[in-house]
T-cell receptor, first 111, second 116 residues
Framework: EDKVVQSPLSLVVHEGDTVTLNCSYE??????LLWYKQEKKAPTFLFML????IEKKSGRLSSILDKKELFSILNITATQTGDSAIYLC???????????FGKGTTLSVSS | GAGVSQSPSNKVTEKGKDVELRCDPI?????LYWYRQSLGQGLEFLIY????????KSGLPSDRFSAERTGGSVSTLTIQRTQQEDSAVYLC??????????????FGPGTRLTVL
């Protein structure tokens, strides 16, 4: 059965800290891994990763995929209170199919 | 441009009643998905529409759940004889599914359903 496991389930940090969120997966015919940020309702897209070892970066956020070890990490440097959200990891096993989501990591950044 | 929209944003209903949830995907997106997110859980796939193909209904939890997509655009998710365990946020997403492009799914704000 395809599955995505995220860790930790929740995390509390202080502003300015750096955090690393983990996502491991078991999926047949892997196609891509996606990270989403969910603050209130709609998850918003962060990154899509398809190739191992190529870091994707957007401001203070970055992510990398390891297709051999079947995991991805999402790094957030110099965290801000606005980074507080649920971070969702999802994998796609072929184009057009439903994404398989992990349960998410709830990040709380205190000032 | 406009994103995915959903209505209503909140719905409170009594056990046993039927409810309809609506999704307007991004214009031009051929694929449309419904997910459910219960408290403390990840997103659970319900149903997927792609163009004129038969929908993938493999995620629907029971025959009380159904969905349709009219004219390849707007979709309605219907839950009949609602139960308390149906309480969740129902999220709709759409995707362009263009060759050579990302298959990223773009989500709407969801409908929070509460069954009393």
């Amino acid at each position: 059965e395809d599955k995505v496991v995220q860790s930790p389930l929740s995390l509390v940090v202080h502003e300015g800290d750096t955090v690393t969120l983990n996502c491991s997966y078991e999926v047949t015919n892997f196609r891509s891994l996606l990270w989403y940020k969910q603050e209130k309702k709609a998850p918003t897209f962060l990154f899509m990763l398809t190739s191992s070892g190529i870091e994707k970066k957007s401001g203070r956020l970055s992510s990398i995929l390891d297709k051999k070890e079947l995991f991805s990490i999402l790094n957030i440097t110099a965290t801000q209170t606005g980074d507080s959200a649920i971070y969702l990891c999802a994998v796609s096993n072929q184009a057009g199919t439903a994404l398989i989501f992990g349960k998410g990591t709830t990040l709380s950044v205190s000032s | 441009g406009a994103g995915v929209s959903q209505s209503p944003s909140n719905k409170v209903t009594e056990k046993g009643k039927d409810v309809e949830l609506r999704c307007d995907p991004i214009s031009g997106h051929t694929a449309l998905y419904w997910y459910r997110q219960s408290l403390g859980q990840g997103l659970e796939f319900l149903i997927y529409f792609q163009g004129n193909s038969a929908p993938d209904k493999s995620g629907l939890p029971s025959d009380r759940f159904s969905a349709e997509r009219t004219g390849g655009s707007v979709s309605t998710l219907t839950i009949q004889r609602t139960q308390q365990e149906d309480s969740a946020v129902y999220l709709c997403a759409s995707s362009p599914l263009l060759r050579g492009r990302t298959d990223t799914q773009y989500f709407g704000p969801g409908t929070r359903l509460t069954v009393l």
